[in-house]
């Protein structure tokens, strides 16, 4: 672990710091985990639902309707205890999530802790990584900082969807979620290589939400709203459209890890033009040719129709999100001590957003289950993306 980091330090040491460095390490192996069940968990509690589309949406809808609520509670525990603290205290949740979700048959009304433990994870992990982020990497280089995270991570996890399928397919869900705890537990030991890092939060938790409401930064709010919904039309929907049409596990496993070494390559260039051009130029590019794209999933028919929508969306919403990352972090390291709240107003609108999108999803699904016209919305979402190119510049100092 540790010559892993050094390794990555010694040939990329004019773009990573040490902490840094650390983090994208941990990211790597975190990623591996994630890959190995990202893709199959949407299908795996759609079988143990008994194919029901309307409780596996409620089931992702209400999680993410919970991680925007615990949001504000999840920063103070941030600045209370440490911002690798928490990643660390983030694990156990994530850990007892999956070993609840291998016996999700047996435990009863515990299915119904499921949804807590995710969010108690996300609402502890994910804001620590962001302030992580924002405060360690370059502002010039924030374009290729973002891209080496999407690449060095892609480059560890790509395999992962494809070691997936076949685990599935041969073994059954149970290895691969046990594969899976051991790499999360493992993804926090490159943290703790250097010291933490303390942040200072002292809002109510009433206050996050008044900024989210606020008109001043209602542009913010929505590209972040796209964003949310547009990942989890990506992330829930587009896995269950294709085991709908009956794609086998380790064609989908196949199916992703091309489509993740494609973004990687693409994302490096990606990341070099952002600086060159500005990510406002890469963001308006990327956000209308995903756009453009995502009404293409309603053609999918066959294993190869999916492989080329996925290579190409892939492809664009590399153009898309990296500027977009870049901008993000821009306006979150610039914040100073406001950093904490600017990562709030991302958590809660894109979480929020994705939440109500799922409900709103799953209440449509038990009068059809023609879940792929939810695709015409990605359109919507991708476009939202762009509101992130008039993000104000400050936030109001201590809520006045």
Known sequence: MAEYTRFIQNHLHYSFSRELTELYVSSTIRNIAVGLVLI???IYLYQVFGESLAKTFFFFGVTSLLVAVFSPWGMQAVARIGVKHAMLASTPFIIAYYILLLNIEQIGLWLLALPFLMAVHSVLYWPAFHIDFARFSDKKQRGRQTSYAVVIISLASSVAPLVGGVVIATMGFTPLFIMALALFFASIIPLFLSKDIQEHYHDHYETPFEEVAAPKYRRSVIAFAGEGSELLLYRIVWPLFLFLLAINFEMLGLITSAALV?????????GRITDVRGPERMLKWGAIATAVLWPLRLLVRTPLDAFLVHLSNEFT???AYIPFGALFYNWVGGAGFNRDRFVLIRAISLNGAGGMLLVAI???????????YAFLLGSVFSLALLFMLHAP???RHNGG
Do not use: K
């Not at 494609?262 to 990606?270: D, F, H, I, Q, S």
């Not at 449509?364 to 289950?369: G, Q």
């Open 40 to 42: 199959f968990e949407p």
């Open 262 to 270: 494609v973004g990687m390559v693409v994302a490096v260039y990606v």
């Open 317 to 319: 919403r590399s153009m």
């Open 362 to 372: 799953g209440v449509a699904s038990l009068f059809t289950d023609q879940i792929q």
């Open 393 to 395: 510049a400050r936030l």
